[in-house]
């Protein structure tokens, strides 16, 4: 089966009491047993769920993996996979990962004793070398947010093996309709599936992928022990997402690419950074990894810091908000919002200069979100 149709099919099953087409949202905390530890395999909804287990069969197959675990959010699926690690490991991170996943590691499982190592991961010494520590995990994005760099996620895999260390990829930008890490040698693969995978910015959550049935197992574990599961409803709503995933990729990139190129081309643009422009220093990667570039272009500006900010105010299409992979299109300051957790130092060490304006690019028409930018260019 190809892509659209198992986005479609998979997980969907009728149901055959009363033919609905779609099946029921099934808001239920708890479920009759016929003896005690006697049931139809779900007990209790933090445990497990029929609308998490359609949604897990669809996102297993999308990824081609064999198992799902769905969350609370990106971050909740992030918890689920660290806190299977002990005090005393080390996780390698991409020294451009998403604000929050940084925090989450920095502030939090710090605590606890889970140190990290960052790492350039397009740097294959740098990586071999810190896999040499013997850590317990490299977490990885590509592309990443919001500099889009793009790793080689094959030689990665190869290395972690080598050292037998699980590599994760964080394929919330790439999705499963451009790219399927665990194909590239990943053991597990990470969505925030508020993003392209919901689709339609109306709820928050998470999911982690994988061939492993132990790692399956220690993921639902840790979902159920910590209490990380999402509601029924946003279940069903992601389920409801999903099944437009192909063609609403295939639009978001479109736009985005038409979007850089004409940032690329505009005088009052200093830098346009997207993985499917020829002038992307890892393009030829991006085009060999990934079956199409996603959603998101980020940008650098001839203005000041204010003028910026002036400018991303502005727009009449773009919403100035966080978050991306909705339908609508949407314009980040990470420096003050998605990455304000990171200090200005770390910031500036991973190349995010305070002047970047990170894009996700919609469906809508490409000529009024051209036009958008168009407008509010000529007026700074
Ligand atoms: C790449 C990436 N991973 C993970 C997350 C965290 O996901 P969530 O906001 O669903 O917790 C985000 C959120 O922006 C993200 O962009």
């Given amino acids: 089966m190809k892509f659209s149709t198992k ?24 479920y009759a047993q016929e003896a005690p530890n006697e049931h139809k395999g779900y007990d209790y909804t933090r445990a497990g769920n029929p609308n998490f287990t359609n949604l897990e069969q669809t996102l297993a197959a999308l990824e081609e993996g064999k198992y799902a675990t769905v969350f609370s959010s990106g971050l909740g699926a992030t918890t689920g996979l660290i806190s299977n690690l002990q005090k005393g490991d080390m996780v390698i ?45 490299i977490f990885l994005e590509s592309p990443t947010n919001p500099l889009l760099k793009i790793t080689d996620l094959a030689v990665i895999a190869k290395l ?18 451009f790219q399927n890490p665990l194909n590239l040698g990943a053991d597990l693969v990470l969505h925030s599936t508020t993003k392209y995978i919901g689709g339609h910015s109306d709820i928050v959550g998470g999911a982690v992928i994988t061939n492993n049935k132990n790692l399956k197992e220690k993921i639902d574990f840790a979902r159920k022990a910590i209490g990380l599961n999402p509601s029924p409803f946003d279940a069903w709503l992601i389920s409801r997402g999903i099944k437009t995933l192909s063609i609403r990729m295939d639009k978001h990139a479109q736009n985005a690419l038409s979007v850089a190129k004409f940032l690329e081309a505009h005088h009052k643009v200093k830098k346009v950074y ?14 060999k990894q990934m079956r199409g570039f ?33 339908v609508e299109s949407l314009v980040d300051h990470p420096a003050s919002m998605t990455h304000a957790s990171m200090s200005k130092q770390e910031r500036e060490r991973n190349g995010l200069s305070d002047g970047l304006v990170r894009f996700s690019v919609g469906i809508e028409d490409k000529d009024d979100l051209i036009n958008d930018l168009k407008v509010q260019l000529s007026l700074r």
């Fill in 7 to 30: 986005a479609i099919h998979i997980g969907q099953i009728q149901d055959y009491s009363t033919g609905a087409i779609i099946p029921p949202i099934y808001m239920t905390s708890t």
């Fill in 93 to 137: 991170v991409g020294n451009d990962l998403y604000g929050g996943t940084l925090r989450l590691f920095n502030q939090v499982f710090h605590n606890f004793g889970v140190s990290l190592l960052s790492v350039n991961s397009s740097n294959k010494l740098e990586v071999e070398n810190l896999l040499k520590k013997q850590p317990k995990m």
């Fill in 160 to 177: 972690a093996k080598k050292y037998k260390v699980l590599f994760v990829v964080d394929n919330t930008f790439a999705t499963p309709y």
């Fill in 274 to 287: 997207y993985p499917g422009l020829p002038s992307h220093p890892q393009y030829k990667l991006a085009k």
């Fill in 294 to 326: 996603g959603g998101i272009v980020s940008a650098e500006f001839n203005l000041d810091l204010k003028q910026t900010k002036k400018l991303i105010s502005s727009f009449q299409i773009f919403s100035l908000a966080e978050s991306l992979g909705g």
